[in-house]
């Protein structure tokens, strides 16, 4: 039902169907034959493929004279304008009456993404209550006042939608997309799951009549929370950044994202309904879309209910949740028989909506954030500085952690135990020494690799409405447009990276290892 209709001049949709078969099967053929050193049947003589298969024989040469004759920036010749104007992208946000944030982006895609975002990640949790954000993640689209479950699992599948629910310390993202005709049984789905959860007892924690009647246990909540729990713990990167957290943090910022494993059987829908009442509310929640009209997410949003809920006391959501920089402890030290030895040496940084986020993202990428080309080649200063000091296997990046508030900025080493001392001495070092010979030629590779990263995130309906949902909620509605985003990074001097990179020195480090620590050396002796 939803096959294009051929246009005049043009073959039939069954026919360009069949034309691509023909054309697969022939470099299915081609592939097989190259691969056991055969000459493929379609190449014979009289072989009605022949003269199609050996056109995709010269295909990379045809490709690449015509790249030479002709330049992208240039109009081919003889191509004929086809009459259609792509109209430029529109986007909106506002806030309604009870805190809701609305925002909406057009689009060309035939889809429309939906997020909805939640401020009610792991760092709003009050004490008792570690691990109920994970638990809030795993029963989204369940039974709600509105929809039984089966309605909720099967109607998106009818529609052929794909609904996903994430979790951060700071909010928790439903997430849905659709064909553009199916917006409105998009929107029935994710606001019923946000506005009316029903949190059955048999959703968080199936307890079986028998021993024999098991087999609903894997659909529950706490089921489920078990088994992520314990895929993280054969993580190491993983873990080893959960624990740094919780040593650099004090206030929600040092709550993991995930439930601890002492707590998985301890939450009932009651407190799970608890904790759903007091963050999700009106001035909590926002909701962006991508390839939709604002106009239409308005109305949708607005018959589905969304706009019945309460706003919520602004002054006690402003304080849960508050965190300050102040390590506990300043190393973590995790002993395994790894090959290889992970670390993290870390220091205090900026959030997302501190000015210094620009100044921590141009630093990053002066210092390298791995591979950035298809051939696999590093670039940045840590990179050529960890070949130096080790000749073996090591592997450094950049690392920039950002939170709505805070932040952690530093650097990433895995090596084997033998190198792990000599690689990581030398790039703690270099980080510490680009506050000092940071250039200007550094400078301006690394405005251009971010200004293209900020480009390339736009490309997708993810990366518009993360950038969207983020900004508007956390930067009290306020939204910066990419091209003004690009303005203020060209903006960026030597200078101010230079100042922030000497700031953020004078914070107190910390260092985590994951690995075999039989040379691995301690924080005080990095830098000596």
Same mark, same amino acid.
């Given at each position: 039902?939803?096959?294009?209709?051929?246009?005049?001049?043009?073959?039939?949709?069954?026919?360009?169907?069949?034309?691509?078969?023909?054309?697969?099967?022939?470099?299915?053929?081609?592939?097989?034959?190259?691969?056991?050193?055969?000459?493929?049947?379609?190449?014979?003589?009289?072989?009605?493929?022949?003269?199609?298969?050996?056109?995709?024989?010269?295909?990379?040469?045809?490709?690449?004279?015509?790249?030479?004759?002709?330049?992208?920036?240039?109009?081919?010749?003889?191509?004929?304008?086809?009459?259609?104007?792509?109209?430029?992208?529109?986007?909106?946000?506002?806030?309604?009456?009870?805190?809701?944030?609305?925002?909406?982006?057009?689009?060309?895609?035939?889809?429309?993404?939906?997020?909805?975002?939640?401020?009610?990640?792991?760092?709003?949790?009050?004490?008792?209550?570690?691990?109920?954000?994970?638990?809030?993640?795993?029963?989204?689209?369940?039974?709600?006042?509105?929809?039984?479950?089966?309605?909720?699992?099967?109607?998106?599948?009818?529609?052929?939608?794909?609904?996903?629910?994430?979790?951060?310390?700071?909010?928790?993202?439903?997430?849905?997309?659709?064909?553009?005709?199916?917006?409105?049984?998009?929107?029935?789905?994710?606001?019923?799951?946000?506005?009316?959860?029903?949190?059955?007892?048999?959703?968080?924690?199936?307890?079986?009549?028998?021993?024999?009647?098991?087999?609903?246990?894997?659909?529950?909540?706490?089921?489920?929370?078990?088994?992520?729990?314990?895929?993280?713990?054969?993580?190491?990167?993983?873990?080893?950044?959960?624990?740094?957290?919780?040593?650099?943090?004090?206030?929600?910022?040092?709550?993991?994202?995930?439930?601890?494993?002492?707590?998985?059987?301890?939450?009932?829908?009651?407190?799970?309904?608890?904790?759903?009442?007091?963050?999700?509310?009106?001035?909590?929640?926002?909701?962006?879309?991508?390839?939709?009209?604002?106009?239409?997410?308005?109305?949708?949003?607005?018959?589905? /209910?969304?706009? !019945?809920?309460?706003?919520?006391?602004?002054?006690?959501? $402003?304080?849960? #949740?508050? =965190?300050?920089? *102040?390590? +506990?402890?300043?190393?973590?030290?995790?002993?395994?028989?790894?090959?290889?030895?992970?670390?993290?040496?870390?220091?205090?940084?900026?959030?997302?909506?501190?000015?210094?986020?620009?100044?921590?993202?141009?630093?990053?990428?002066?210092?390298?954030?791995?591979?950035?080309?298809?051939? /696999?080649?590093? !670039?940045?200063?840590?990179?050529?500085?960890?070949?130096? $000091?080790?000749? #073996?296997? =090591?592997?450094? *990046?950049? +690392?920039?952690?950002?939170?709505?508030?805070?932040?952690?900025?530093?650097?990433?080493?895995?090596?084997?135990?033998?190198?792990?001392?000599?690689?990581?001495?030398?790039?703690?070092?270099?980080?510490?020494?680009?506050?000092?010979?940071?250039?200007?030629?550094?400078?301006?590779?690394?405005?251009?690799?971010?200004?293209?990263?900020?480009?390339?995130?736009?490309?997708?309906?993810? #990366?518009?409405?993360?950038?969207?949902?983020?900004?508007?909620?956390?930067?009290?509605?306020?939204?910066?447009?990419?091209?003004?985003?690009?303005?203020?990074?060209?903006?960026?001097?030597?200078?101010?990276?230079?100042?922030?990179?000497?700031?953020?020195?004078?914070?107190?480090?910390?260092?985590?290892?994951?690995?075999?620590?039989?040379?691995?050396?301690?924080?005080?002796?990095?830098?000596?």
């Amino acid at each position: 039902s939803r096959s294009p209709r051929a246009l005049p001049g043009r073959p039939s949709y069954a026919e360009e169907t069949q034309a691509a078969v023909r054309l697969s099967s022939c470099c299915l053929e081609l592939g097989r034959a190259r691969r056991f050193d055969k000459e493929p049947k379609m190449l014979r003589a009289g072989s009605k493929f022949s003269q199609t298969a050996r056109g995709f024989g010269r295909l990379p040469v045809r490709c690449a004279s015509s790249a030479v004759q002709y330049h992208l920036s240039e109009p081919l010749p003889n191509l004929e304008s086809c009459g259609v104007e792509i109209p430029p992208s529109q986007r909106s946000l506002v806030e309604f009456d009870n805190g809701v944030l609305l925002g909406a982006t057009t689009t060309t895609s035939p889809l429309t993404t939906i997020n909805m975002v939640v401020r009610a990640g792991s760092r709003y949790e009050l004490p008792g209550e570690a691990g109920v954000s994970h638990f809030m993640r795993r029963l989204a689209y369940k039974s709600t006042e509105k929809h039984t479950a089966v309605y909720m699992t099967c109607m998106p599948q009818w529609f052929g939608m794909r609904l996903s629910c994430t979790g951060t310390r700071d909010a928790i993202v439903y997430s849905g997309t659709c064909m553009k005709d199916d917006t409105d049984h998009l929107l029935d789905v994710m606001c019923q799951s946000i506005i009316a959860p029903k949190f059955y007892n048999w959703e968080v924690h199936y307890t079986p009549s028998s021993t024999a009647d098991c087999s609903p246990r894997l659909l529950d909540a706490q089921h489920r929370v078990g088994t992520d729990v314990t895929g993280i713990a054969q993580n190491r990167s993983a873990v080893l950044l959960e624990q740094i957290q919780s040593y650099a943090f004090r206030g929600g910022l040092a709550q993991s994202v995930y439930c601890p494993s002492h707590s998985v059987g301890n939450f009932d829908e009651d407190k799970i309904r608890a904790y759903h009442t007091r963050r999700y509310v009106g001035s909590n929640i926002g909701v962006f879309g991508a390839g939709i009209h604002f106009e239409d997410l308005q109305t949708g949003v607005t018959r589905h /209910g969304l706009y !019945s809920i309460a706003k919520g006391d602004s002054h006690r959501l $402003a304080t849960e #949740g508050a =965190s300050h920089h *102040s390590p +506990v402890r300043n190393e973590v030290r995790i002993s395994s028989n790894d090959a290889t030895v992970l670390a993290y040496f870390m220091l205090p940084s900026a959030g997302l909506c501190d000015d210094d986020h620009i100044n921590a993202l141009l630093l990053q990428r002066v210092l390298g954030t791995g591979s950035v080309l298809e051939s /696999g080649v590093d !670039s940045g200063r840590l990179q050529s500085v960890a070949a130096k $000091a080790d000749r #073996g296997f =090591s592997r450094v *990046s950049a +690392v920039n952690i950002s939170h709505s508030d805070l932040g952690l900025f530093g650097v990433q080493v895995e090596a084997t135990p033998d190198n792990i001392r000599s690689v990581l001495t030398a790039v703690a070092g270099e980080l510490m020494s680009a506050a000092i010979t940071l250039t200007e030629k550094e400078m301006t590779v690394a405005k251009a690799q971010l200004c293209a990263d900020l480009l390339v995130s736009q490309e997708t309906h993810e #990366g518009i409405l993360e950038d969207m949902a983020f900004q508007s909620l956390y930067r009290g509605g306020k939204y910066l447009l990419p091209e003004a985003a690009i303005e203020r990074v060209n903006a960026i001097t030597v200078r101010d990276v230079k100042a922030y990179a000497k700031n953020l020195l004078s914070g107190k480090p910390i260092l985590g290892v994951h690995g075999n620590l039989k040379d691995t050396p301690y924080l005080d002796e990095i830098g000596k």
